[in-house]
Nanobody, 117 residues
Framework: QVQLVESGGGLVQPGGSLRLSCVASGSIFNINFMGWYRQAPGKQRELVAGITSTGRANYADSVKGRFTISRDNAKNTVYLQMNSLKFEDTAVYYC???????????WGQGTQVTVSS
């Protein structure tokens, strides 16, 4: 059984920072990809940032220069450092991993990030 547990969300003022964490556990042979998605009210879920097993990262244009994704392979953990937060960043953030030879997908439960003055 594979489980993803997210933490780090909350309420923050514009310009503030948050750090999200996602820990994967269970029957995982290998994690090929780890990423963060978000879904705001009335909008489709979008990829925020992703990182490969070798550390190559990609970001949505809306967060480039403000967010940083990283991973700790030994701990099966992925992080999302969010700086200079804006109102538009308000959303539920979901962690996703792709594991195994055929890259099966697993999702976290989501964590709420609210940016408000």
């Amino acid at each position: 059984q594979v489980q993803l547990v997210e933490s780090g969300g909350g309420l923050v003022q514009p310009g503030g920072s948050l750090r999200l964490s996602c820990v994967a556990s269970g029957s995982i042979f290998n994690i090929n990809f780890m990423g963060w998605y978000r879904q705001a009210p009335g909008k489709q879920r979008e990829l925020v940032a992703g990182i490969t097993s070798t550390g190559r990262a990609n970001y949505a244009d809306s967060v480039k220069g403000r967010f940083t994704i990283s991973r700790d392979n030994a701990k099966n953990t992925v992080y999302l450092q969010m700086n200079s937060l804006k109102f538009e960043d308000t959303a539920v953030y979901y962690c996703k991993i792709e594991s195994g030879y055929y890259s099966y997908e697993f999702w976290g439960q989501g964590t709420q990030v609210t940016v408000s003055s």
